[in-house]
Nanobody
Framework: QVQLVESGGDSVQAGGSLRLSCAASGIIPDTYCMGWFRQAPGKEREGVATIHNTRDSAYAPSVEGRFTISQDNAKNTLYLQMHNLKPEDTAMYYC?????????????????????????RGQGTQVTVSA
């Protein structure tokens, strides 16, 4: 059974950095896409960053150049390093994974769909950025 557990969320000031972690179990990394999406109250879900097979990655334009996604397959852990955080980054961040996915760019779009099927999701970790 797939289980995703996020950690690392916190409250920081604008310009600060955070690293989110997602401990995954029940996943064979090479056969899954993994990634992060976020949702703030009253706003649409947004795919933030996704990765497949450690090298194929994709980012939302709003975070490109500030966020870096990576995965440590030996530890079955997904990371999201976030720099130069802005108040508009405030949201609940969720880890997600899908089997049989082979393109990070496609998953970046799909993970944001409310009716996405066969996507495993964690419980989320809150990131709050103050001005």
């Amino acid at each position: 059974q797939v289980q995703l557990v996020e950690s690392g969320g916190d409250s920081v000031q604008a310009g600060g950095s955070l690293r989110l972690s997602c401990a995954a179990s029940g996943i064979i990394p090479d056969t899954y896409c993994m990634g992060w999406f976020r949702q703030a109250p009253g706003k649409e879900r947004e795919g933030v960053a996704t990765i497949h097979n450690t090298r194929d990655s994709a980012y939302a334009p709003s975070v490109e150049g500030r966020f870096t996604i990576s995965q440590d397959n030996a530890k079955n852990t997904l990371y999201l390093q976030m720099h130069n955080l802005k108040p508009e980054d405030t949201a609940m961040y969720y880890c997600a994974a899908q089997s049989g996915c082979y393109a990070a760019m496609w998953f970046l779009w799909y993970v944001a769909q409310e009716d996405a099927n066969n996507v495993y999701r964690g419980q989320g970790t809150q990131v709050t950025v103050s001005a």
